[in-house]
């Protein structure tokens, strides 16, 4: 893997290790974060060292791609993922999280964009989308800074408690 395509500015995007543990632990059993990530409930930490053992983090055979967002000080600042790939179609859905604390320094548009420069000049893929609340305008304007396009608005997409929010979905073609 080009390592020059998976780092910029110090900042890296890398696999998940057995330290990333508790980090992966707390971003993935942060409430707020399940109703985006479709996570029905927390994660017990036997099973994220499993998917940190398991994983060979080769998009064609697990169907996904999660990388660590690491800045120049070797701190995990954020996770940017690939999941729903389909083959055959050449496209897969785009996840991002940074850390409350990392958040509005341009992080998450750095790994945003390092992240179709692997996917579209490595591996090759078609398409990215992705889908946000509409009211996420910060996530709105990383995307379209990013040049996703707004293709599709879905009324009562993602629940919420009992209630339903509306998404628009995004999407970037490669070429």
């Known amino acids: ?24 632990m707390r971003f993935e059993n942060t409430p707020s974060l399940w109703e985006v990530s479709n996570a029905t409930g927390p994660y017990s930490r036997y099973s994220l060292k499993q998917y940190i053992a ?6 064609y055979e697990d169907k996904q791609l999660r990388l660590m967002i690491e800045s120049p000080q070797n701190k995990v600042v954020g996770i940017i993922d690939l999941c729903n790939f389909e083959p055959f179609h050449n496209r897969a859905e785009v996840g991002i999280v940074i850390d409350e604390a990392f958040r509005s320094q341009g992080i998450g548009e750095l790994a945003l964009q390092l992240l179709i420069e692997h996917t579209f000049e490595y591996l090759g893929i ?8 509409v009211t996420n305008t910060p996530c709105r304007a990383l995307f379209k800074k990013c040049e996703f396009e707004e293709c ?22 490669n070429g």
């Not at 078609?126 to 609340?133: G, P």
């Not at 599709?152 to 073609?173: E, I, P, T």
């Open 1 to 24: 893997m080009p390592k020059e395509l998976l780092q910029r500015n110090g900042y890296v995007l890398r696999a998940p290790e057995p330290e990333d543990l508790a980090c992966m």
């Open 152 to 173: 599709a608005y879905l009324k009562d997409w993602m629940r919420q408690g009992k209630n339903y929010r509306d998404v628009v979905m995004v999407q970037r073609m």
């Open 126 to 133: 078609h398409q990215l989308y992705a889908y946000i609340d």
């Open 54 to 59: 398991s994983s060979t983090n080769n998009l």
